[in-house]
């Protein structure tokens, strides 16, 4: 089984209404992230979470907002969508280890949003 | 800021063919170096990181070396099957207060034909 799985895989939605993205993993890791990638553009950081209490901003939160249900649990809210929030969605885990910045990441399969 | 740069591609080699990927960075502090590799349909997962400088990377015939002096992470290998064939990403991390900060490249799509 994969160690994070995301839900749904792809999704189509119309403009102005709110969905949510779901992301679950069982590698307890205590940091999980939400990306999107768009072409061209690699990856952007949307939110992360370091822990259940800790939630941060990243580069493009404008639109989305997160909820950090349990450890194991982090899930990406569009409350109005957008069509240019068209994208691919990621969601990412890791676990900083003892040793400086060695924090891979663990992805999951992502899901394909499009916002007509 | 921290950035990474290298080439979108597609890059198109032959089976067999050596196969060399440019990464540059610029970062504050001392980074960790990563590629990611992204098969299609898939996400993204770790190809080979590296630590600190002149340090090499390597797995599945994959290589990079920290090249501080030239800001690179270069990533090779001598040749390249079909299943090489997906979106490799170079990325970076640095501490800043208390948060490991990464820095992704745009990817590079590889393209192998037999």
């Known amino acids: 089984d994969a160690d994070v799985t995301q839900t749904p895989r792809n999704r189509i939605t119309k403009t102005g209404k709110r969905i949510m993205l779901e992301c679950s993993q069982t590698?307890?890791?205590?940091?999980m992230y939400w990306y999107r990638q768009d072409p061209g553009l690699g990856l952007q950081l949307i939110y992360y979470s370091f822990d259940v209490k800790d939630i941060n901003k990243g580069e493009i939160s404008d639109g989305y907002s997160v909820s950090r249900q349990a450890q194991a649990k982090f899930s990406l809210s569009l409350e109005s969508a957008i069509p240019n929030q068209t994208a691919l969605y990621f969601c990412a885990t890791s676990d900083p280890g003892t040793s400086g910045s060695t924090d891979t990441q663990y992805f999951g399969p992502g899901t394909r949003l499009t916002v007509l | 800021g921290n950035s990474v740069t290298q080439m979108e591609g597609p890059v198109t080699l032959s089976e067999e063919a050596f196969l060399t990927i440019n990464c540059t960075y610029t970062a504050t502090g001392y980074p960790s170096l990563f590629w990611y590799v992204q098969y299609p349909g898939e996400g993204l997962q770790l190809l080979l990181k590296?630590?600190?400088?002149?340090d090499k990377g390597s797995n599945k015939g994959f290589e990079a070396t920290y090249r501080k002096e030239t800001t690179s992470f270069h990533l090779e290998k001598g040749s390249v099957q079909v299943s090489d064939s997906a979106v490799y990403f170079c990325?970076?991390?640095?501490?800043?207060?208390?948060?490991?900060?990464?820095?992704f490249g745009i990817g590079t799509k590889l393209q192998v034909i037999p």
């Open positions: 590698k307890g890791h205590d940091r």
């Open positions: 590296a630590t600190k400088a002149d």
């Open positions: 990325a970076l991390t640095t501490l800043r207060g208390g948060y490991q900060k990464v820095t």
